[in-house]
């Protein structure tokens, strides 16, 4: 029987071998066509998917500074007078900027950096190193960008957000360059998913940070379908521009039904990619397996049916059925926030100790991304899901305060984590200063923290949102956000300028062709999952021990890879590629 288990081993090995071989040559022709090209035309087009995880990130901070302006202009207006006075913009413009500026926050930095991060983590912790379909991705994300830019030129007419309220006219720039962007999501999402399937090998799972990642692009490319019908809907109407009433329904309703109904899908996708990347890094500061990964896969499915179903509390005081109301705007709601519970029971209990940490501003971030979500959790249920309150409540600062502590502190803040501690291996470089990244982690806490209670305290008494004047009693809270706002602004000013050290003057790393972040996250997932009693066969690929995967020319006998770490024996007569075969096994701590 011992010697059947063993052989069955040898013989799982064997195949993950042959994988890790194929995948090294692939990497490697990936890499000599990147050794072609120029800076600009790598700029324009690459296979790399560290390259590819670069550009995206600093598209990703360059919306961050732009929808930050605009944020600031905003809370620059509103705190400093409470009459509507143009005291730093016109009202009409006052209500671009915070078109702008929730566009640029979401679609292009949050969104950007979340396909960062998966186009980056899938490849390392599926060990292919591979971009599935690249011209793909690269199109989709120059498309991102072009749309982008045509919904922030949209001109004076630039206020979407009061589209189905009042109705003001939004630009026909502004609902094309929204499709544009759907479809670029498509684009990316479709090569994220195939990326993920490069690494799948028959009968093995998926490793349970790409599980969550997968999911979230699923969840997403089905919300936009609705978003992308409402877009188009819009854009052939009155309020569109083009003046056509498509069955003579009403634009404002058709708008705010089919928008909405993806709303949902639409504010987590920044969460449940940043949900793969917690799983994958708590391990590595915990130094333990997750406390249980059969119940965290479990989460997966539980939150894409319950994400994608949370619609109609947005359009609560609509003549919607009762049925649905009770469902979704209630069941539904109030559910979503126990798989939410769980996850953070099990993040928690995986860490233990918090004075046993070793901390660094990356953990941090991500640490009080957990905190923020928990709070933010708690200030919403009680309200959003009645009917009574849900209509008034989305009209005070109470929303807007738990929309900054879910984006802002809570998805922002825990993706700026990941990248702190996945950023030397990404740019091949150390964070070139420790201090700068915690001035960042306090002041980001500090800005968005105060951000955050005061227009929650101001939206309980009743601070109104939407409007460029207000009663004088509700101007201290303004005041409170414009403070809050700007502690932020300078702790961004602060990141941008350590990134910017780190990507000219930071210490170079050597990086193996795997991330050993990513090989010490598999092996305790291994480890965890054998002691859950999954079997051998379903366990993800077992990454080399030192992250490497060694090719070399026998003939000319010049290494096309690193020349460190131990390798073994694997002879071919045209080409001899030595790959590392000691798996990771040795660094489980076995029972």
């Known amino acids: 029987m011992i010697y059947l288990t063993m052989a069955t081993r040898e013989e799982l090995r064997k195949i993950e071998r042959e994988k890790l071989l194929e995948w090294s040559r692939a990497f490697h022709s990936v890499q000599d066509r990147e050794a072609r090209r120029s800076v600009f035309m790598k700029l324009l087009y690459t296979e790399d998917y560290r390259i590819l995880s670069i550009k995206l990130t600093l598209a990703g901070i360059m919306f961050l500074f732009i929808g930050g302006a605009f944020a600031l202009f905003l809370r620059g207006q509103a705190g400093l007078t409470s009459t509507g006075a143009p005291v730093v913009l016109d009202p009409a413009y006052y209500f671009q900027a915070m078109t702008n500026h929730v566009m640029d926050m979401i679609f292009g930095a949050a969104f950007n950096v979340v396909f960062a991060i998966a186009f980056y983590m899938i490849p390392a912790l599926n060990g292919t190193r591979l971009v599935k379909w690249p011209k793909l991705a690269n199109t989709g994300f120059w498309l991102n960008i072009l749309a982008l830019f045509m919904m922030n030129l949209g001109g004076i007419k630039n206020q979407y957000m009061f589209t189905f309220l009042n109705p ?81 329904i009403p634009n404002a309703e058709v708008w705010k039904g089919l928008f909405w109904f993806a709303d949902h899908p639409l504010v987590y996708f920044a969460p449940y990619t940043l949900t793969g990347a917690t799983i994958a890094i708590t391990p590595l500061y915990a130094r333990r397996p997750l406390y249980s990964v059969r119940f965290t896969r479990w989460l997966i499915p539980t939150l894409f049916i319950l994400g994608g179903s949370v619609y109609v509390h947005h359009i609560v005081d609509d003549p919607w059925p009762l049925i649905l109301r009770d469902i979704f705007a209630q069941t539904s709601t109030a559910l979503i926030a126990v798989p939410f519970a769980a996850l953070w029971l099990v993040f928690f209990i995986t860490l233990g100790d918090p004075r046993k940490l070793k901390w660094d501003p990356g953990f941090a971030f991500i640490y009080a991304a957990a905190v923020w979500n928990i709070i933010g959790g708690i200030q919403a249920e009680p309200t959003n899901p009645t009917p009574a309150l849900d209509p008034t409540i989305h009209n005070t600062g109470w929303i807007f305060g738990h929309f900054h502590i879910m984006l802002a502190i809570y998805s922002v803040g825990g993706l700026l984590g990941a990248l702190y501690v996945v950023g030397p291996d990404l740019f091949g470089k150390q964070w070139y200063s420790v201090k700068l990244g915690w001035l960042h982690f306090w002041g980001w806490q500090a800005g968005m923290g105060l951000f955050a209670i005061a227009s929650s305290e101001g939206g309980f008494f009743g601070l109104i949102r939407r409007e460029v004047a207000w009663a004088g009693f509700y101007e201290v809270y303004y005041q409170l956000l414009l403070i809050g706002g700007w502690l932020a602004g300078f702790a961004t000013i602060i990141f941008a300028y350590n990134l910017a050290l780190t990507l000219l003057y930071g210490q170079k790393v050597e990086r193996p062709e795997i991330p050993l972040w990513a090989v010490q996250t598999i092996a305790m997932e291994r480890y965890g999952m054998r002691r859950e009693g999954y079997t051998e066969e379903e366990l993800p690929l077992a990454l080399p021990a030192n992250g490497m995967t060694i090719a070399r020319e026998n003939s000319n006998n010049i290494s096309t890879g690193s020349a460190a770490g131990t390798m073994a024996s694997g002879t071919y007569q045209d080409r001899e590629v030595r790959v590392n075969l000691k798996s990771q096994e040795g660094n489980d701590p076995r029972p």
């Open 168 to 248: 003001l006219q939004a630009s026909p720039t502004w609902y094309i360059g929204y499709g544009l962007m759907i479809v670029a999501e498509w684009m990316e999402m479709a090569s994220v998913l195939g990326t993920s399937f490069l690494g799948r090998i028959q009968d093995k799972l998926v490793p349970t940070a790409i599980g969550f990642i997968v999911m979230d692009m699923i969840l997403m490319a089905l919300g936009n379908i609705s978003v992308f019908i409402a877009d188009m809907w819009s854009l052939f109407s009155p309020i569109g521009g083009l003046n056509i009433y498509l069955f003579g």
